[in-house]
């Protein structure tokens, strides 16, 4: 069965950019019948959607984070990825890779990661 | 963006007790709403999606309903394993959003 796995540094200092990576496994990213999301989690602000990527490398950002997010697909390692610039303490969450179908009445993340804690400290 | 408002915030139930969660959003989303369970340390797991259809492998005691504005999550008999956090979540347009949670306690 398909699975995500979320990898990165638990710690960034402020005003730096945070990277995260989803890996793909039991299935492929490069199936065109999925969207690829990363969705945060923070006791402020509770379950908050970043953003998704296609395979084809056609992405969706929340207005409130676009101008800091870029999401990216690296097919050949059945990855996406996640970068957020200019973090703040407020960036501080526990950040999840899911998946979403295309199918717009399947448009409900059926799969999740494990979830990565990122703190943003000096 | 859609606003999700659940309600209520946290309750207080007996194992067998019938619960009902009520999820609201701010315009029409028709039946585009689904629920996930949350529990400690763990990632959302999906529950219900377009309002009333249960994901494979979600027990039948698990109910939805609604369309429109206003929805419900229903547990016909509360088990142990039930306590969590429930959301509902929007996928009528984007930004996708969720509810701020209904934390389900004994």
């Known amino acids: 069965q398909v699975q995500l796995h979320e990898s990165g540094p638990g710690l960034v200092r402020p005003s730096e950019t945070l990277s995260l990576t989803c890996t793909v496994s039991?299935?492929?990213?490069?199936?065109?019948?999925?969207?690829w999301n990363w969705i945060r989690q923070s006791p402020g602000k509770g379950l908050e959607w970043i953003g998704n990527i296609f395979y084809s490398g056609a992405t969706n950002y929340n207005p409130s984070l676009k101008s800091r997010v870029t999401i990216s697909v690296d097919t050949s390692r059945n990855q996406f990825s996640l970068e957020l610039s200019s973090v703040t303490a407020a960036d501080t969450a526990v950040y999840y890779c899911?998946?979403?179908?295309?199918?717009?009445?399947?448009?409900?993340?059926?799969?999740w990661g494990q979830g990565t804690l990122v703190a943003v400290s000096s | 963006d859609i606003q999700m408002t659940q309600s209520p915030s946290s309750l207080s139930a007996s194992i067998g007790d019938r619960v009902t969660i009520t999820c609201r959003a701010s315009q029409g989303i028709r039946s585009y709403l689904n629920w996930y369970q949350q529990k400690p340390g763990k990632a959302p797991k999906l529950l219900i999606y377009a309002a009333s259809n249960l994901q494979s492998g979600v027990p039948s005691r698990f109910s939805g309903g609604g369309s429109g504005t206003d929805f419900t999550l229903t547990i016909s008999s509360l088990q142990p394993e039930d306590f969590a956090t429930y959301y509902c979540?929007?996928?009528?347009?984007?930004?996708?959003?969720f509810g701020q949670g209904t934390n389900v306690e004994i």
């Open positions: 039991g299935g492929s990213v490069s199936k065109s019948d999925y969207y």
């Open positions: 899911a998946r979403t179908q295309v199918v717009v009445a399947a448009r409900y993340f059926d799969i």
């Open positions: 979540q929007q996928s009528y347009n984007a930004p996708r959003t």
